[in-house]
């Protein structure tokens, strides 16, 4: 049974920073990419970032990218999303998920188990 648990998420001010964690159990966690989508109210889930298994290649979504880190700790079976320079527009529940395969994917039906996500907050 793989289980994804996010935590990490909360209300902030504009420009700040929050560090969204995400922890995954059941699966050989190195062997499988993993990304973060979000959602927010009235909006269909979208990309934000992955990460190959290996941690060596990330991808981002341009709304992200020089704000917003992806990175894992194969170790801890963790993958982590930094986020900077926080926007309201980035207000949204965050979902982090696995990938089929090693490689990572901005595709949501690439990914076959979701953890149940945790809430973004940015006030302007």
């Known amino acids: 049974q793989v289980q994804l648990v996010e935590s990490g998420g909360g209300l902030v001010q504009a420009g700040g920073s929050l560090r969204l964690s995400c922890a995954a159990s059941g699966r050989t966690f190195r062997q499988y990419a993993m990304a973060w989508f979000r959602q927010a109210p009235g909006k269909e889930r979208s990309f934000v970032a992955a990460i190959s298994g290996s941690g060596r290649s990330t991808y981002y979504a341009d709304s992200v990218k020089g704000r917003f880190t992806i990175s894992r700790d194969n170790a801890k079976n963790t993958v982590y999303l930094q986020m900077n320079s926080l926007r309201p527009e980035d207000t949204a529940v965050y979902y982090c998920?696995?990938?089929?395969?090693?490689?990572?994917?901005?595709?949501?039906?690439?990914?076959?188990?979701w953890g149940q996500g945790t809430q973004v907050t940015v006030s302007s």
């Open positions: 998920a696995t990938d089929r395969n090693p490689y990572g994917s901005p595709q949501p039906r690439e990914y076959d188990y």
